[in-house]
């Protein structure tokens, strides 16, 4: 469904990303784990056309969208969540939701969609005219999430979705990661904690100063020696 090719990403004088290739097949979770300042962030930023790379390719189901607008690529349903979550913190939960759809003429999926949300997080709803700068971090992960579910994504890019975040809340918004994917929704999994993001994910990519080296499911990754030393913390 996805496919990242050969891609090369340099800033100025930096290459942070010197040639990778990766694969996400539809319904399924990938993460992508490494170290601060691996490339994840920019990886994902180039998959959703915030960055142009140098070279290389991103194909979506067969078609190249290297040169795509992030907007387009938005209407054939890549959508990420960005690191740090980025809701708009003078609008309401409500008004940012409704952002999430602002490229969608179908006003009437757009409502059902709207109350797919709340069900999924009731918290989003009880606080749906309070200001999104008034809700918790974990609050705020969910709103950026719900806001990327309603532009319907086929694959959702999300970008560290447990930074910040308490133990337990993380549990919280993995299990509803996994529960989109289950939905049906491909996944693209940065993450820094990839403990959490090996036991939901189907394979995973190691990503080190721009390069990857390592892959597998995440069943293979979790037990290299490797991945449990440099990783896992053990
Ligand atoms: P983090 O977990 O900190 O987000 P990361 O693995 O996502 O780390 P990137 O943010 O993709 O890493 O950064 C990869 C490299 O590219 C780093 O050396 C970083 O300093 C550099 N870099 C990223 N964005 C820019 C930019 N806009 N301008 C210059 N250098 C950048």
């Known amino acids: ?25 539809e319904g399924e ?19 959703s056309g915030l960055v142009r790379p140098r070279a290389g390719k991103i194909l979506v189901d067969g078609q190249d969208v290297t040169r ?26 409500l008004e940012n939701l409704e952002l999430g759809a ?8 757009v409502a059902s969609d709207l109350d797919d949300v709340f069900a999924r997080f009731p918290r ?5 005219k309070q200001h999104a700068g008034t809700l918790s ?17 086929q694959i959702l890019l999300l970008d560290e979705p447990s930074m910040g975040l308490a133990p337990l809340l ?6 509803i990661v996994s529960e989109i994917n289950a939905g049906g929704t491909t996944v693209l999994l940065v993450e820094q904690n990839a403990n959490m993001a090996l036991q939901i994910a189907h394979r ?21 020696d490797e991945v449990k030393r440099a990783y896992l913390g053990g």
């Open 29 to 47: 979770i990938v993460t992508l784990i490494g170290a601060n300042g691996a490339g994840k962030t920019t990886t994902l930023r180039t998959v």
């Open 124 to 128: 989003l709803a009880d606080r749906r």
């Open 68 to 93: 795509l607008s992030a907007q387009a690529r938005v209407k054939r349903g890549l959508v990420q969540v960005p690191e740090g979550r980025r809701v708009f913190p003078q609008m309401s939960v």
């Open 1 to 25: 469904m996805l496919e990242i090719k050969d891609l090369e990403v340099g800033f100025g004088g930096i290459t942070a990303l010197k040639g990778i290739s990766l694969s996400v097949a």
């Open 204 to 224: 995973g990519y190691v990503l080190e100063t721009g390069k990857i080296v390592l892959a597998g499911t995440a069943a293979e990754l979790t037990s290299t």
């Open 170 to 175: 993380v549990q919280e918004i993995f299990s």
């Open 102 to 109: 602002y490229l969608r003429k179908d006003a009437k999926s």
């Open 137 to 153: 971090g974990g609050e705020q992960q969910m709103l950026a999430i719900g806001r990327a579910l309603m532009s319907r994504p």
